[in-house]
């Protein structure tokens, strides 16, 4: 399996706590945001990670080559030369993966998601060109919700209101690696806009499944203060895996 991160963000939110890094090179407890994502990675059997980045990616870099040996993947990078959007920026990193799929995550959010089941998943909905991570939340106002069919078709989203219990997309992807996922699609595009929503409704080929496992996205300085809650977490899954 080959994974994808999303890493070349502004972070403009953070930056009144965290400056002079990429968001996924925020610390938290002594080690990078990107640590833990790769620590969980370590659970499944992924064997390629392709980082996109383009802010403040030489601070990726320099910090990939001092611990790849502590990974058992290949790394490669995709980089935005100027800023692409989510859109763009998948469109690229999809560009540098061998296999027929990829998963994807944003390089700011943890999610505790099972990405063994939720490929299996994916590969089992013979009408899926995507499958989306869903999280349960209750009493949020950050986040739109999403709505789902029977069969785990997404059917519509929702923009962002005050909920007292919903679905929200949780930022982790199975995506098919096929030349007609962003065809006629500009340089610089929302993947959310013009690719999540452009394939969800009743005939759509957006499916999701719900998963419970703990998650954060420390894209905002009152989540990134909660981000300590990770280290717990990581070393959960590290004896999950042991």
């Known amino acids: 399996m080959e994974v994808i991160i999303l890493a070349g963000g502004l972070g403009t939110r953070l930056r009144s706590v965290v400056s002079e890094v990429p968001k996924c090179m925020a610390p938290v407890a002594g080690k990078p945001f990107l640590w833990y994502l790769l620590k969980y990675l370590t659970r499944f059997n992924f064997t390629r990670v392709v980082l996109s980045v383009g802010y403040l990616r030489e601070v990726i870099f320099k910090w990939i080559d001092e611990v790849k040996d502590d990974f058992p993947f290949e790394f490669d990078y995709a980089i935005e030369e100027t800023p692409l959007g989510t859109g763009g920026g998948i469109r690229l990193a999809m560009s540098k993966i061998q296999g027929t799929e990829a998963v994807v995550l944003n390089g700011d959010t943890f999610f505790d998601v099972k990405l063994d089941t939720l490929v299996e998943a994916h590969r089992r909905q013979p009408w899926a060109e995507i499958t989306l991570a869903l999280k349960q939340m209750r009493n949020f106002d950050r986040y739109g919700t999403v709505e789902v069919d029977t069969d785990g078709r ?74 300590e809650e990770i280290v717990e977490v990581i070393n959960d899954n590290l004896k999950k895996k042991s």
Request: with cysteine.
């Open 154 to 227: 997404i059917i519509k989203f929702n923009e962002k209101r005050q909920c007292e219990e919903g679905l929200i997309n949780g930022g982790v992807y199975v995506l098919n690696n096929t030349a007609s996922m962003f065809e006629g699609l500009p340089q610089k595009f929302s993947f959310e806009t013009e690719v999540l929503q452009a394939r969800c409704g009743a005939a759509g080929t957006l499916y999701g499944t719900v998963h419970n496992g703990y998650f954060i996205d420390i894209g905002v300085p009152e989540d990134y203060r909660k981000a």
